[in-house]
């Protein structure tokens, strides 16, 4: 077990080895941030995106990336515990454990890799996603194929040692900055409609693709439309095997939704306490009503670091995300959505005419560090959470999830159960 808890408190934890370790980190902390360092979300925009792009660098060069990741690719090789110690230090110290880019390249895209990839594969792609040289986005919704992802039409064909792409994605977060994209193409139209599919990495720099930016709500441009016209990748660049792309996008989202269950929660729990002490600062605090919806928010918080220990466990135990990364996903994007309306009930009319710096991420919570007062950043954080719900699956994909591969509930009647052609027309 990675924790024990205390019958009075219900506390977890962490074995005394763990406290050298700790020790550690904090040093290392010490020795490589400014004497009066408050936390990145204390900086502004430009000093920001500096000190992320140094601080990345630094992070790679002692080996704090890709936590998980085996020696021979360059990573620490650092257990569950190590990375939870890791996320409750770097965010009491206000600094990010990565770098923007690093949810599809070391998170998502990299551990699959890790975990269908050829030995060719992890040894070219892996070393770069650690060092910043590939930078990635991720091909998979389209404009018939979001919540049903397995109705995807994106082509792929092979000719000679090449594949060829041809069709669109949609929703394509940072692709007007990535280098790499991991793309899910239909490869056997006379197939069932969950198989025929096959997990491609394509480079973007070449004439095939073509990039669209969609401005959201709330002004910025992060995702993208990718149009492939006779796009091309070389033939080794499946990962897994041909036609049998499914299981692969599985493990990926398992990854996307699951990974960080036991860290999470350490954000969360510092962008709550940004908001009791607006609600303090404003005056909120005394209306009960506002007191009892911070608490529900509290309550819901501790209920996902302890979800994150169980997760903890199970990874210690050896095992890779299941479906029940999908309870993780459906508990943080739905609570994620009632703080953040909270955060503009408690700021009132300031809310319409927000000042102040805007979020150092469009994604979860903003950075360590952030003034309790920055009504930008809280009013940015609420326009991005409406996509929480949505992204990495809906929560009714994931409660069907949790329905029928975690409770082994009756499935639901399928209408799409021949083959894709089939199911097109």
Same mark, same amino acid.
């Given at each position: 077990? !990675?924790?024990?808890?205390?019958?009075?408190?219900?506390?977890?934890?962490?074995?005394? +080895?763990?406290?050298?370790?700790?020790?550690?980190?904090?040093?290392?902390?010490? +020795? =490589?941030?400014? /004497?009066?360092?408050?936390?990145? &979300?204390?900086?502004?925009?430009?000093?920001?995106?500096?000190?992320?792009?140094?601080?990345?660098?630094?992070?790679?060069? =002692?080996?704090?990336? &890709?936590?998980?990741?085996?020696?021979?690719?360059?990573?620490?090789?650092?257990?569950?515990?190590?990375?939870?110690?890791?996320?409750?230090?770097?965010?009491?110290?206000?600094?990010? *454990?990565?770098?923007?880019? #690093?949810?599809?390249?070391?998170?998502?895209?990299?551990? *699959?890799?890790?975990?269908?990839?050829?030995?060719?594969?992890?040894?070219?792609?892996?070393?770069?996603?650690?060092?910043?040289?590939?930078?990635?986005?991720?091909?998979?919704?389209? @404009?018939?194929?979001?919540? #049903?992802?397995? =109705?995807?039409?994106?082509?792929?064909?092979?000719?000679?040692?090449?594949?060829?792409?041809?069709?669109?994605?949609?929703?394509?977060?940072?692709?007007?900055?990535?280098?790499?994209?991991?793309?899910?193409?239909?490869?056997?139209?006379?197939?069932?409609?969950?198989? &025929?599919?096959?997990?491609?990495?394509?480079?973007?720099?070449?004439?095939?693709?073509?990039?669209? !930016?969609?401005?959201?709500?709330?002004?910025?441009?992060?995702?993208?439309?990718?149009?492939?016209? #006779?796009?091309?990748?070389?033939?080794?660049?499946?990962?897994?095997?041909?036609?049998?792309?499914?299981?692969?996008?599985?493990?990926?989202?398992?990854?996307?939704?699951?990974?960080?269950?036991?860290?999470?929660?350490?954000?969360?729990?510092?962008?709550?306490?940004?908001?009791?002490?607006?609600?303090?600062?404003?005056?909120? $605090?005394?209306? @009960?009503?506002?007191?009892?919806?911070?608490?529900?928010?509290?309550?819901?918080? +501790?209920?996902?670091?302890?979800?994150?220990?169980? $997760?903890?466990?199970?990874?210690?135990?050896?095992?890779?995300?299941?479906?029940?990364?999908?309870?993780?996903?459906?508990?943080?994007?739905?609570?994620?959505?009632?703080?953040?309306?909270?955060?503009?009930?408690?700021?009132?009319?300031?809310?319409?005419?927000?000042?102040?710096? !805007?979020?150092?991420? /469009?994604?979860?919570?903003? /950075?360590?560090? *952030? !003034?309790?007062?920055?009504?930008? $950043?809280?009013? #940015? *954080?609420?326009?991005?959470?409406?996509?929480?719900?949505?992204?990495?699956?809906? $929560?009714?994909?994931?409660?069907?999830?949790?329905?029928?591969?975690?409770?082994?509930? @009756?499935?639901?009647?399928?209408?799409?159960?021949?083959?894709?052609?089939?199911?097109?027309?």
């Amino acid at each position: 077990m !990675p924790c024990a808890t205390t019958l009075a408190g219900m506390q977890p934890t962490y074995p005394a +080895e763990a406290a050298e370790f700790r020790s550690n980190i904090k040093a290392f902390l010490k +020795e =490589n941030l400014p /004497a009066d360092w408050k936390g990145s &979300g204390a900086l502004g925009q430009e000093e920001a995106e500096v000190f992320g792009t140094t601080w990345r660098k630094t992070l790679s060069e =002692n080996k704090l990336l &890709g936590l998980s990741w085996p020696t021979e690719y360059g990573g620490p090789g650092l257990s569950e515990l190590e990375q939870v110690i890791i996320a409750e230090e770097f965010q009491k110290a206000g600094v990010p *454990t990565g770098g923007p880019n #690093d949810v599809f390249g070391i998170q998502m895209v990299g551990n *699959t890799i890790i975990h269908w990839g050829t030995e060719e594969q992890k040894r070219h792609f892996l070393p770069r996603i650690l060092s910043g040289d590939d930078t990635w986005c991720q091909g998979y919704s389209e @404009p018939n194929a979001g919540s #049903d992802l397995a =109705n995807l039409g994106c082509k792929a064909e092979l000719d000679g040692d090449e594949w060829v792409l041809n069709g669109q994605k949609i929703w394509t977060s940072a692709g007007h900055l990535a280098d790499w994209i991991f793309v899910l193409g239909r490869t056997n139209p006379e197939a069932a409609k969950h198989k &025929g599919i096959t997990f491609f990495l394509v480079p973007m720099d070449q004439p095939g693709v073509e990039v669209r !930016p969609i401005r959201m709500i709330s002004g910025e441009s992060e995702f993208n439309e990718v149009f492939f016209t #006779d796009a091309r990748c070389p033939k080794d660049n499946v990962v897994g095997e041909v036609n049998a792309g499914w299981g692969v996008a599985m493990t990926l989202l398992g990854f996307e939704r699951g990974e960080a269950a036991a860290t999470l929660p350490v954000t969360f729990r510092a962008e709550l306490d940004r908001l009791t002490e607006l609600a303090k600062s404003t005056g909120a $605090s005394d209306d @009960p009503t506002i007191r009892q919806r911070i608490a529900w928010c509290h309550s819901k918080v +501790e209920i996902m670091r302890f979800l994150g220990m169980r $997760s903890l466990t199970k990874f210690l135990a050896g095992h890779g995300p299941g479906p029940d990364a999908a309870i993780t996903k459906l508990n943080w994007s739905e609570y994620h959505q009632v703080i953040t309306e909270l955060s503009v009930d408690i700021l009132g009319a300031r809310a319409m005419t927000p000042s102040g710096e !805007p979020p150092k991420s /469009a994604f979860q919570a903003d /950075a360590a560090g *952030t !003034p309790a007062d920055n009504v930008r $950043s809280w009013t #940015d *954080t609420f326009l991005n959470a409406r996509a929480g719900t949505i992204y990495a699956g809906t $929560s009714q994909v994931q409660r069907n999830i949790i329905g029928e591969q975690v409770l082994a509930l @009756p499935k639901e009647p399928r209408a799409d159960a021949g083959s894709w052609k089939d199911v097109k027309s």
